[in-house]
Structure formats: C-alpha cells, structure tokens
T-cell receptor, first 113, second 116 residues
Framework: KAGVTQTPRYLIKTRGQQVTLSCSPI?????VSWYQQTPGQGLQFLFE???????NKGNFPGRFSGRQFSNSRSEMNVSTLELGDSALYLC????????????FGEGSWLTVV | AQSVTQLDSQVPVFEEAPVELRCNYS??????LFWYVQYPNQGLQLLLK??????LVKGINGFEAEFNKSQTSFHLRKPSVHISDTAEYFC??????????????FGKGTHLIIQP
C-alpha cells in the first residue's frame, strides 16, 4: 500500500510568487491535514480537510489556503511568498474522523529567495 | 488549548545504553498521545501512540512509552539504542473529541545523538 505522496519534493521560489503543493493520501484515507515545519517555530498545524471540506485552520494568514478534491487528494497554496515561508511542508492523512491514526508524507521543501 | 513540552532539546547517549526522552503535555480534556521520529531530510514516521487502555505502549524499533495521567507525561524509552536511532523525536497530542479536525500539537522535538 503506497504511503502519503507529496509533490514536488524540493522547490525554490522568488519572494512575491505563489506556490502550489500537492498531496495524495493513503488509498482509502479521507482526511488530509497540512503542517509547516521551520527551525524557529517547529511543527505547526495549517489546516485539515475531510470530504472536500476544510474543518479547521491553524493560526496562519490568508495567504495560506488549500483544498481537497473528490478523490481525497489535496493541494495547498501560498500566495505572495515571503522569505519566512521557507519551510518543510508536511501532509498527513487519516482514514476517518477518529483522529487516532495519522500518517505523514516525506514533505515538500520550499525555499523562498 | 493543548501544549506539549519536550524537556530536552538534545540527548547524547552511548550506543547500547538505555535512553528516555521526556514529554509532558497540558490539556483540560482527555487526549491521544503520539511519538514520531524524523530522520534527516525525511518526513515523520509514527513510532507509537496511546489512545486508551493499557498505559504502557509498545511501538516499532524497540521503543515503548508510558502514559502517566497524574503527571501528564508520556515518556519514550528504549532499553538499548543503536547508531541508527540517531534522529529527531517529536511528541504530539490531539483532542479525541475533535475527530482530528484540530490536528496535532507538537513539542519542539528532542535530538537523540548516539555516540559509538
């Protein structure tokens, strides 16, 4: 069974640009959540989707957005990139609404220059 | 609101020695507790989790953790470490009543350094 797949793995963007990251959850999993990992702030919850609905969002500005498709795949978008957005973005998937089984992907490394 | 404190940012241990990584949490409700490991340039791998029941939880790679409700702790232990255990370890908590919507709250991580 394939794990959580994130693309691209590495990317470099210029300040002011926007970026879209993609996540394919484990087959059969319907919940997808996103996290940002930085050396200074650690791991922070961005948002969570279940059945194409965003159920919650962490304390991030509106430049950070996401969506989930009917096949449970998810994308997150960051507009007007800032240097501080450089981070590892991790996607996680869960099979249901229990919140007790959460698997992470390898992450997408974003560098903003 | 929930919070997680990992008391040690870095723990050096000699190979084949035992290790304990400490984690304390703060929550006004019952919780799910998790330990994840992150190897360099990789994502997070689930080591073990506590949902309910027995307070001693066994995970992969010989790790185990004990849930202590009175001390609000969930310390991770391994009786004999190997060089390959060198990694960053994260303790995390979630609220069962949220159904996963609130995500995980992570500690700052503990860097386990195995010395030969």
């Amino acid at each position: 069974k394939a794990g959580v797949t994130q693309t691209p793995r590495y990317l470099i963007k210029t300040r002011g640009q926007q970026v879209t990251l993609s996540c394919s959850p484990i087959s059969g999993h319907r919940s997808v959540s996103w996290y940002q990992q930085t050396p200074g702030q650690g791991l922070q919850f961005l948002f969570e989707y279940f059945s194409e609905t965003q159920r919650n969002k962490g304390n991030f500005p509106g430049r950070f957005s996401g969506r989930q498709f009917s096949n449970s795949r998810s994308e997150m978008n960051v507009s007007t990139l800032e240097l501080g957005d450089s981070a590892l973005y991790l996607c996680a998937s869960s099979p249901d609404l229990s919140g007790n089984t959460i698997y992470f992907g390898e992450g997408s490394w974003l560098t903003v220059v | 609101a929930q919070s997680v404190t990992q008391l040690d940012s870095q723990v050096p241990v000699f190979e084949e020695a035992p290790v304990e990584l400490r984690c304390n949490y703060s929550s006004s409700v019952s919780v799910y507790l998790f330990w994840y490991v992150q190897y360099p340039n990789q994502g997070l791998q689930l080591l073990l989790k506590y949902l309910s029941g027995s307070t001693l939880v066994k995970g992969i790679n010989g790790f185990e953790a004990e849930f202590n409700k009175s001390q609000t702790s969930f310390h991770l232990r391994k009786p004999s470490v190997h060089i390959s255990d060198t990694a960053e370890y994260f303790c995390a908590v979630s609220d069962p009543s949220g159904g996963g919507a609130d995500g995980l709250t992570f500690g700052k991580g503990t860097h386990l350094i195995i010395q030969p």
